[in-house]
């Protein structure tokens, strides 16, 4: 009995360990329009932050990385789908997503933040907000909390940052609540962005901004998820971490305090 017992226990460690692949080509998934996290270059290949990040934890973990551009909007569907195997495109951990996808520890957080021409009154109340035009990229954190806090608003949903930026620059909006560095990076350090400005309180309530952003991943991966949560420990631990982040930012993007 004894014998059978330990033939189990060995054939029961040997499924296990098996079934913890060590992946070695991942496809990741991006979208190529959120500078500075990510943005398509004119030979159409990808840069920022998002993709500095991922190639950095490819090589802590010793793999092959290709990467697949994707709309934000169609951009977990198609993680499910398997059209990739992860995506590091600035998702938000929220209880929403933790339904759909497993995500790893987080890799940034950074707040949301209202953006509107230079001197726009602002006021944190639904009477002030009703018939508002407000910006958002589409299903995303900041679409979410406008649409729970402010819904007489006209909220315009965008299939990308720059799309509201255009818009808002055009007069066509009166407010974008969007990721405070995006909107840096994508409007404000840009020519005409002096006519803009940060407006308002910065916005972390997990309730709508989660508890960071991570990578997603399918469900029944969570090797992979084990694996890139090793990667982002180390590439903390030595120091790579902080020059990618220096090469964007003049700010921690990790969010320790938060």
């Known amino acids: 009995m004894k014998k059978i017992s330990l033939l189990i226990a060995l054939l029961a460690f040997s499924f296990n360990a098996a079934q913890a692949k060590e992946w070695k080509d991942i496809r990741i998934g991006v979208e190529g329009a959120y ?15 998002d993709i500095d990040l991922a190639n950095a934890l490819c090589a802590e973990m010793k793999a092959r990385c290709t990467y697949i551009k994707q709309d934000w909007d169609g951009i977990i569907p198609a993680l499910l789908a398997r059209k990739f195997d992860a995506v590091i495109a600035t998702i938000d951990i929220t209880e929403e997503r933790l339904k759909m996808v497993a995500f790893t520890d987080k890799y940034q957080h950074i707040p949301a933040r209202f953006v509107a021409l230079k001197g726009s009154e602002y006021q944190a109340s639904t009477a002030f907000m009703a018939g508002k035009k407000i910006g958002v990229q589409r299903a995303t954190s900041m679409d979410l909390y406008i649409s729970d806090n402010y819904p ?8 990308s940052a720059d799309e509201a930026y ?27 962005g002096d006519k803009f400005a940060f407006i308002g309180p910065k916005f972390t309530d997990p309730k709508w901004f989660g508890a960071g952003a991570g990578i997603a991943t399918r469900k029944q991966n969570q090797d992979l998820v084990e694996q890139f949560n090793r990667a982002i420990t180390a590439i903390r631990a030595d120091g790579t971490y902080n020059k990618i982040q220096d090469k964007y930012f003049s700010f921690d993007v990790y969010g320790s305090e938060l």
């Open 35 to 49: 500078p500075p996290f990510s943005k398509t270059e004119a030979d159409g290949s990808v840069t920022g932050f």
């Open 152 to 159: 007489d608003a006209q909220i315009k949903r965008y299939g």
């Open 166 to 192: 255009l818009d808002l620059k055009a007069g066509r909006l009166d407010f974008i609540l969007a990721d405070s560095a995006a909107i840096a990076g994508g409007l404000l350090d840009k020519d005409g």
